[in-house]
């Protein structure tokens, strides 16, 4: 199975500031099948960003996602208050869909 | 909207079965996949199964394979997952989520805990 590794563990950044997520897989992810979801504690996981770059429907544009092959990059140009949760890679592309680890974004 | 309830939460004994179940509704349900999906306490998500709602074809994680069985019933717009044998491992938030063609898990359930505790 596809091992999804997400870099780094914790982002501790500003409000305002620009979060660069990072997630690189074990092997190629077929067709970039690659999700981003963001989730809160006690909350289901949301969807923001599938295909690797296609933003999930009402998802703002201040999330960006990008890469290909075996590196993706989720980018959150600004930060909103709102926006300090744990962020989660997915590939689909291959089954068993697999996830990362996970990298938590804290205020500084 | 769209709208994905689980069932509340459960403890059980090792040894024991649990049955979740997700009611859908806001759209077509037979138009959609429903995967099941959980989270141990602290721990990152992991994929346990999914059901084509159309045609009722399954398909399970390797971890799960005889373990967990994924049903649906049309009439009233509900998904299950039931998993057998539970040991304390299986302690977890349970979630479901919907998955469309050319998209992928945009609408998720609030979540069932199930505990596994003697």
């Known amino acids: 199975e596809i091992v999804l590794t997400q870099s780094p563990g914790t982002l501790s950044l500003s409000p305002g500031e620009r979060a660069t997520l990072s997630c690189r897989a074990s092997?190629?992810?077929?067709?970039?099948?690659l999700a981003w979801y963001q989730q809160k504690p006690g909350q289901a996981p949301r969807l923001l960003i599938y295909g690797a770059s296609s933003r999930a429907t009402g998802i703002p544009d201040r999330f960006s996602g990008s890469g290909s092959g075996t590196d993706f990059t989720l980018t959150i140009s600004r930060l909103e208050p709102e926006d300090f949760a744990v962020y989660y890679c997915?590939?689909?592309?291959?089954?068993?869909?697999?996830f990362g680890q996970g990298t938590k974004v804290e205020i500084k | 909207q769209v709208q994905l309830v689980q069932s509340g939460a459960e403890v059980k004994k090792p040894g024991a079965s649990v049955k979740v179940s997700c009611k859908a509704s806001g759209y077509t349900f037979i138009d959609s996949y429903m995967y099941w999906l959980r989270q141990a306490p602290g721990q990152g998500l992991e994929w346990v199964g999914w059901i084509n709602l159309n045609s009722g074809d399954t398909k399970y994680a390797q971890k799960f394979q005889g373990r967990v069985t994924v049903t649906r019933d049309t009439s009233i717009t509900t998904a299950y997952m039931e998993l057998s044998s539970l040991i304390s491992d299986d302690t977890a938030v349970y979630y479901c989520?919907?998955?469309?063609?050319?998209?992928?898990?945009?609408?998720w359930g609030q979540g069932t805990l199930v505990t596994v505790s003697s």
């Open positions: 092997q190629s992810v077929k067709n970039n099948y």
């Open positions: 997915q590939q689909y592309g291959i089954s068993p869909r697999t």
């Open positions: 989520a919907r998955r469309l063609s050319g998209c992928d898990l945009d609408f």
